[in-house]
Structures are given as structure tokens and as C-alpha cells.
């Protein structure tokens, strides 16, 4: 097995693997593709965790400092 890290920092070698064996290379450009998008999802709910887990932070500094109708309106947000 060919780890996806081997894939990406040389795809053109791996090709060029697969075409001697007499297989299609474009399985590659394939995997590529999917692992781009898997990434970029990855980015997205990393992100989307970094807001939520802010706005919870910002739940909590109002709850503690008698701010309910702050913080009733940020959990709004939040959902």
C-alpha cells in the first residue's frame, strides 16, 4: 500500500507506477481530487468547532458576569 502523503508529493511517479503495470493513472487524479475535498471539509469543520466552542467561551463570561439576556442571545446565535 502507497501512503496518500507518497500520492501527493509525487503523483507523476506513482503514474507512471500504475502505467507500467498496465493500469489507468487516472485513478490518481481521482484520489487527488477526493483528498482535496477531504481536506478542505476538514478545514471547514475545524472552523466551524473554533466558532462554536468561541461563542460558548462568550456564553460563559456573560452567564458569570449576570449578563443572561447577553448570553441568551449569543446561544441563539449559536444554534
Partial sequence: MIS???IRDDPDAVKRAIARKGESSEVIDR???ADS????LLAAADAAK????EGSRQVGEYVRA??????????????
Avoid at 475535498?37 to 478542505?40: A, L, S, T, V
Avoid at 473554533?50 to 466552542?53: A, D, K, L, Q, Y
Avoid at 449576570?66 to 444554534?79: C, D, N, V
Fill in 4 to 6: 496518500i502523503q507518497a
Fill in 31 to 33: 484520489l487527488l481530487e
Fill in 37 to 40: 475535498q477531504r481536506r478542505e
Fill in 50 to 53: 473554533h466558532e462554536r466552542n
Fill in 66 to 79: 449576570g449578563q443572561t439576556a447577553e448570553a441568551e442571545a449569543r446561544k441563539a446565535s449559536l444554534a
